[in-house]
């Protein structure tokens, strides 16, 4: 690795490594996965919850259509939580609210028997704003973690600029790079749905682990930068 590779690494924030991304897309795809099989909504996927919301609303049967209002409700508050997370906690943001993240998935796992359909929904879609709010960058090009609409298409798009013969610098790694961001995504969507079905009571473990491994990055790079 050349002297302006190790600089360039060492530039990338702790919370947009790829390691990082590919962790938070699985977890992603998961949780949207397990709401969809546990509650019928999307935690993340505020846009289908949005048009169902009126489909079912035009067609009259108002009772379905609310059922799609309250995790775009939560979806607002997670983004509002995350915001003044960030604003008065600077550069902890992504670890704090990684933790609140794993904290809210923990008690909705524990109370999974008793916790009414209302209420897991409104905290994994609180969890999915945090996660969609604070964690935006990857090597500084922006993404999503919690839907892979805006991943595709700069996946596409890249791969087309270096097929046709342009080729600026970095554009096939880029490309790659949220390429392995949608797989990771419907990766996490596959074991969720398994993991769902099979173990219910479960199931919520194996997101919060893959949270816990990115908690603990954030927390390992940041103390090897005070170095």
Not at 30 to 57: E, S
Not at 143 to 157: C, D, L, P
């Amino acid at each position: 690795m050349s002297t302006l590779d190790i600089a360039a690494a060492s530039s990338i924030r702790r919370d947009e490594t790829v390691e990082i991304a590919l962790l938070l897309a699985f977890a992603g795809g998961y949780i949207d996965a397990y709401t969809w099989i546990i509650h019928g909504v999307m935690a993340n996927a505020q846009t289908a919850n949005l048009v169902l919301l009126w489909v079912y609303g035009m067609a009259g049967d108002w009772d379905k259509a609310l059922h799609f209002g309250p995790p775009i409700i939560a979806f607002a508050i997670g983004v509002v939580i995350a915001a003044w997370l960030r604003r008065v906690t600077g550069e902890r943001a992504a670890a704090i609210s990684t933790l609140i993240e794993i904290l809210l998935l923990i008690a909705i796992g524990i109370l999974h028997n008793r916790l009414p359909d209302l209420a897991g929904t409104l905290g994994i879609s609180c969890v999915a704003a945090m996660q969609a709010t604070v964690f935006t960058r990857v090597e500084g090009a922006v993404y999503s973690t919690v839907m892979i609409t805006g991943n595709m298409r700069q996946a596409i798009e890249g791969i087309f600029i270096a097929a046709s013969g342009g080729r600026p610098a970095g554009t096939l790694r880029r490309s790659g790079i949220f390429t392995a961001v949608c797989v990771a995504f419907g990766l996490g969507a596959a074991v969720g749905a398994f993991a769902t079905k099979s173990i219910p009571d479960l199931a919520l473990g194996i997101p919060v682990i893959a949270l816990l491994i990115v908690l603990l990055r954030c927390e390992v790079q940041r103390h090897e930068a005070s170095r």
